[in-house]
């Protein structure tokens, strides 16, 4: 038989290389083999370092082991307030990592510096932006001088995927918009960009309009926390085209204004989405399921449609229907769950319930003690043929009650499942035998196609569990992750 030592050294150093850098050390202590492998290979292909001082112990090590700078490939930098990293310490590492391309800048709490752009127009040229060539991922969180500086100097060349924040103030268009906007003018100088993400930032719908035309070949657009304005003194500059090229929109976390703006402007922008997700703070906003219609209306290539800000109307899933979209991934979200119901019934009667392979639903009440309320849904999740995907997420209450689960059912239901993640859940399995009458016939032995099945945060305490991992090694033949985590112990334990 063979043993992991007798594995070629390629193929051992793949299996390192899922390993995180403080991994890879225990593990290099296990012997000389591995020592040599992992300090010869991969040691420093994926690793994150924190401060001022990590910051210089990294660049010491790396002068006196110049060797070992061609195994990194992925380097995470993050600021302290006591000890900020500049960016003059971050420009010139592209050059001494010849084969890094992703890298990450976190400078959340460092001193903000309104005169940064400034700074770094002066540092960065053309000459030291020529070394950010082979980078095909940034990250500048908490800023984005730097980015803009080698946007400017051509720099991105070869940038794939760019994740900017250009932080709040109190006046957020405008103060911060001559950022953003000197920010888009540079895009077009990364033309290999397929994914832009925005944080905190300022914008109006011209700028959105130049962007897309700095970016054609732009697939995946990200909003959090952004503020994006129709002003009606731009309207006469404003010229309206599509956007053939984007596959996935998101916004998150921005206001109601923000929301219905940025939606009215997508209607018919976006022939060849894939993707639409989008989540609000407050999740459900008035008068926009005719903007969701049209933007649906205008997406026969939708597959994932992940919006909390309004329920999943008949209107909308037959606009669904009637582009010849086929959704295959969903997730539902509402302040109330007659309302996940509703939708959960409303796709059933539609024609996606063909297509469906991936849900999500997050409950936000439910009846603590009633497991046979929960069972109800599982009648109508019977009803997607293809459902292959499928997470719960419960809700507890003040004193961190949690409602029950009948997990006996949901598998007898769903047989044709592979991969299920409960979480918020007491986990019912003993005292659900009872119930099985009720909502599945006779109790008869039967087998599913789940291979993952993580449990978190749920309660297991009156479960008997040996007998529950008979049951799942008898029922789930074919599982190879299972993982459970149970809720702390201290919440109330009372009924």
């Known amino acids: 038989?063979?043993?992991?030592?007798?594995?070629?050294?390629?193929?051992?150093?793949?299996?390192?290389?899922?390993?995180?850098?403080?991994?890879?050390?225990?593990?290099?202590?296990?012997?000389?083999?591995?020592?040599?492998?992992?300090?010869?290979?991969?040691?420093?292909?994926?690793?994150?370092?924190?401060?001022?001082?990590?910051?210089?112990?990294?660049?010491?090590?790396?002068?006196?082991?110049?060797?070992?700078?061609?195994?990194?490939?992925?380097?995470?930098?993050?600021?302290?307030?006591?000890?900020?990293?500049?960016?003059?310490?971050?420009?010139?590492?592209?050059?001494?990592?010849?084969?890094?391309?992703?890298?990450?800048?976190?400078?959340?709490?460092?001193?903000?510096?309104?005169?940064?752009?400034?700074?770094?127009?002066?540092?960065?040229?053309?000459?030291?932006?020529?070394?950010?060539?082979?980078?095909?991922?940034?990250?500048?969180?908490?800023?984005?001088?730097?980015?803009?500086?080698?946007?400017?100097?051509?720099?991105?060349?070869?940038?794939?995927?760019?994740?900017?924040?250009?932080?709040?103030?109190?006046?957020?268009?405008?103060?911060?918009?001559?950022?953003?906007?000197?920010?888009?003018?540079?895009?077009?100088?990364?033309?290999?960009?397929?994914?832009?993400?925005?944080?905190?930032?300022?914008?109006?719908?011209?700028?959105?309009?130049?962007?897309?035309?700095?970016?054609?070949?732009?697939?995946?657009?990200?909003?959090?926390?952004?503020?994006?304005?129709?002003?009606?003194?731009?309207?006469?500059?404003?010229?309206?085209?599509?956007?053939?090229?984007?596959?996935?929109?998101?916004?998150?976390?921005?206001?109601?204004?923000?929301?219905?703006t940025v939606l009215t402007y997508i209607a018919g922008k976006y022939p060849n989405l894939k993707a639409l997700k989008i989540h609000s703070p407050k999740n459900e906003l008035h008068h926009v399921e005719d903007l969701l219609v049209k933007i649906v209306s205008d997406s026969p290539h939708l597959e994932t449609y992940d919006v909390n800000i309004h329920p999943i109307t008949q209107n909308i899933i037959q606009a669904m229907d009637a582009s010849s979209a086929k959704l295959k991934a969903i997730q539902i979200k509402l302040e109330r769950d007659e309302d996940a119901l509703m939708q959960i019934k409303n796709l059933t009667a539609s024609n996606q319930k063909n297509f469906v392979e991936t849900m999500k639903i997050v409950f936000h009440r439910l009846d603590y003690e009633d497991a046979i309320g929960i069972a109800e849904y599982f009648n109508y999740l019977e009803e997607l043929p293809k459902l292959k995907h499928l997470e719960l997420k419960g809700v507890r209450d003040c004193f961190y009650h949690l409602p029950k689960f009948p997990i006996t059912g949901l598998l007898r239901k769903l047989k044709n499942l592979e991969s299920l993640i409960l979480e918020d859940w007491i986990i019912s399995f003993a005292s659900v035998d009872s119930l099985l009458r009720l909502v599945s016939g006779p109790r008869d032995k039967f087998e599913t196609k789940l291979k993952s099945l993580i449990l978190n945060d749920v309660d297991c305490k009156n479960m008997k569990k040996e007998e529950f991992l008979s049951f799942i090694s008898k029922t789930c033949p074919k599982i190879s992750q299972f993982r459970i985590t149970e809720l702390s112990n201290n919440y109330d334990e009372e009924d």
Not at 77 to 98: H, N
Not at 217 to 244: G, I
Request: proline share 3%; aromatic share 10%.
């Open 1 to 260: 038989m063979q043993t992991i030592n007798q594995l070629p050294a390629e193929i051992l150093l793949k299996v390192f290389s899922y390993l995180k850098y403080s991994q890879k050390l225990t593990v290099a202590t296990t012997c000389k083999k591995w020592e040599t492998l992992i300090f010869n290979g991969n040691l420093f292909e994926d690793f994150k370092i924190e401060g001022k001082h990590g910051f210089q112990c990294l660049t010491k090590y790396f002068e006196h082991n110049k060797l070992h700078r061609s195994q990194v490939h992925r380097l995470g930098i993050t600021s302290k307030s006591y000890s900020t990293i500049e960016p003059t310490d971050i420009l010139p590492i592209p050059e001494q990592f010849p084969n890094l391309v992703e890298l990450a800048w976190d400078h959340t709490e460092s001193e903000f510096k309104a005169n940064e752009i400034d700074e770094c127009e002066k540092i960065v040229n053309e000459q030291n932006a020529y070394h950010w060539k082979h980078i095909t991922k940034f990250t500048e969180i908490n800023q984005s001088s730097l980015s803009i500086a080698i946007l400017k100097n051509g720099g991105f060349c070869n940038l794939v995927e760019l994740d900017v924040d250009f932080l709040w103030s109190r006046d957020p268009v405008l103060l911060l918009r001559p950022n953003c906007k000197l920010f888009i003018q540079h895009l077009s100088n990364a033309p290999q960009l397929k994914r832009l993400t925005l944080h905190h930032g300022a914008i109006t719908l011209l700028d959105l309009n130049e962007l897309h035309s700095h970016t054609k070949q732009l697939e995946v657009l990200c909003f959090n926390y952004m503020v994006v304005k129709d002003f009606a003194s731009e309207q006469n500059l404003f010229v309206s085209s599509t956007a053939s090229g984007l596959i996935e929109f998101r916004i998150s976390g921005c206001s109601e204004e923000t929301n219905k």
